[in-house]
T-cell receptor
Framework: GEDVEQSLFLSVREGDSSVINCTYTDSSSTYLYWYKQEPGAGLQLLTYIFSNMDMKQDQRLTVLLNKKDKHLSLRIADTQTGDSAIYFCAEGDTGRRALTFGSGTRLQVQP | EAGVAQSPRYKIIEKRQSVAFWCNPISGHATLYWYQQILGQGPKLLIQFQNNGVVDDSQLPKDRFSAERLKGVDSTLKIQPAKLEDSAVYLC??????????????FGPGTRLTVT
């Protein structure tokens, strides 16, 4: 079955770049997603990338996809304290089935 | 555009009691999902509806969990009887059918259930 793996914790200083990594196993994944979850809140869709793309940039966010290695990363430039949250990687297809999530990476931004 | 609405936000019950959660998806979204998120884990699918039909309920513990979406709009998830291990956040999500945005799932704030 599908599996998505993430590291548990990342700590960075304010103003630095953060890189959160994810690996997945399902080679039929069409879309790969990054969601953000703040304490007591639901999941906020940050960005996604189609499996036929290598990179996607959206303001401070850069997503890199290495389809051969099934590796996905999220880079947050100029990380702010408001970026402190849990970040979930997820994979899915054209919306016909639900997403498979990793266990989340807790990002701590130190002032 | 209003987001996915869920109620209640919090619920505390004793084991063996029953509980129900309600979800209203984004207007026009045909697909509705219920996920269970246990503390420290990512969300896991319980059931997926397309309009008022069930697409996937393979992970739903059917001896105690039930869900319905009678008119293809809002949905109710029920647990009866609850067990301690059902303590979790229950997240509802919705997505549109077809078009350029069918791959975007939007989540509600969740219902945090504590079973004592």
């Amino acid at each position: 079955g599908e599996d998505v793996e993430q590291s548990l914790f990342l700590s960075v200083r304010e103003g630095d770049s953060s890189v959160i990594n994810c690996t997945y196993t399902d080679s039929s994944s069409t879309y790969l997603y990054w969601y953000k979850q703040e304490p007591g809140a639901g999941l906020q869709l940050l960005t996604y990338i189609f499996s036929n793309m290598d990179m996607k940039q959206d303001q401070r966010l850069t997503v890199l996809l290495n389809k051969k290695d099934k590796h996905l990363s999220l880079r947050i430039a100029d990380t702010q304290t408001g970026d402190s949250a849990i970040y979930f990687c997820a994979e899915g297809d054209t919306g016909r089935r639900a997403l498979t999530f990793g266990s989340g990476t807790r990002l701590q931004v130190q002032p | 555009e209003a987001g996915v609405a869920q109620s209640p936000r919090y619920k505390i019950i004793e084991k063996r009691q029953s509980v129900a959660f309600w979800c209203n998806p984004i207007s026009g979204h045909a697909t509705l999902y219920w996920y269970q998120q246990i503390l420290g884990q990512g969300p896991k699918l319980l059931i997926q509806f397309q309009n008022n039909g069930v697409v996937d309920d393979s992970q739903l513990p059917k001896d105690r969990f039930s869900a319905e979406r009678l008119k293809g709009v809002d949905s109710t998830l029920k647990i009866q009887p609850a067990k301690l291990e059902d303590s979790a956040v229950y997240l509802c999500a919705s997505s549109s059918r077809g078009g350029d945005t069918s791959y975007e799932q939007y989540f509600g704030p969740g219902t945090r259930l504590t079973v004592t």
